[in-house]
């Protein structure tokens, strides 16, 4: 189970820190992501990291502004936005990558957390 | 960057329909390519995975063939819980998305 927290209305150019708890599996083994989706539209990939956080991508879209991290001991990843944008409003949704279970997709995922940048 | 298109972006079918959604990406997956479906208000939920290899769990009307750069998802024959809308996604960064295909029923 991955249950985020976090979002929640911030001005144009703040900052918000999301993050997500996760149970019921190993966590410490498996790459993590974040994927958003703006109301009304698509799913969009935002960012992935990997076990040992050695590895990280982002979206062009935010690189640059956005940190993904976690906490192995934790079982805790997060997502640091900063210079947010009004584009950035949308439902952040943490996914676990199913890879370390040779399912090579996003299997798990929690049931969101809305941003919205707004003045 | 690879770019993915999938068709029809909306589909009305009545229940026990065979049905069919279309993902094409601009280059080249190999079989890296996953299918998602999504309800209103709701996370998405992992169907397919390496093209054609259904998650645990997911009822084997659903099917998903393919590589390179064209795959089909395929729904046998259509349930009342199967109006939702549904993406592809390939599975290698950035892990691009289609633009979602939605359901309906007609």
């Known amino acids: 189970q991955l249950v985020e927290s976090g979002g929640g209305l911030v001005q144009p150019g703040g900052s918000l820190r999301l993050s997500c708890a996760a149970s019921?599996?190993?966590?410490?083994?498996?790459?993590m992501h974040w994927v958003r989706q703006a109301p009304g539209k698509g799913l969009v990939w935002v960012s992935r990291?990997?076990?040992?956080?050695?590895?990280?991508k982002y979206a062009d879209s935010v690189k640059g502004r956005f940190t993904i991290s976690r906490d192995n001991a934790k079982k805790m990843l997060y997502l640091q936005m900063n210079s947010l944008r009004t584009e950035d409003t949308a439902v952040y949704y943490c996914?676990?990558?199913?890879?370390?279970?040779?399912?090579?997709?996003?299997?798990?995922w929690g049931q969101g957390t809305t941003v919205t940048v707004s003045s | 960057d690879i770019q993915m298109t999938q068709s029809p972006s909306t589909l009305s079918a009545s229940v026990g329909d065979r049905v069919t959604i279309t993902c094409r990406a601009s280059?080249?997956?190999?079989?890296?390519l996953a299918w998602y479906q999504q309800k209103p208000g709701k996370a998405p939920k992992l169907l397919i995975y390496?093209?054609?290899t259904l998650e645990a769990g997911v009822p084997s009307r659903f099917s998903g063939s393919g590589s390179g750069t064209e795959f089909t998802l395929t729904i046998s024959s259509l349930q009342p819980d199967d109006f939702a809308t549904y993406y592809c996604q390939y599975y290698n960064s950035p892990y691009p998305f289609g633009q979602g295909t939605k359901l309906e029923i007609k």
């Open positions: 390496k093209a054609s």
């Open positions: 996914a676990r990558d199913g890879a370390e279970d040779y399912h090579y997709g996003l299997d798990v």
């Open positions: 019921g599996f190993t966590f410490s083994n498996d790459w």
């Open positions: 280059q080249s997956l190999d079989s890296w």
């Open positions: 990291i990997n076990s040992d956080e050695t590895n990280k």
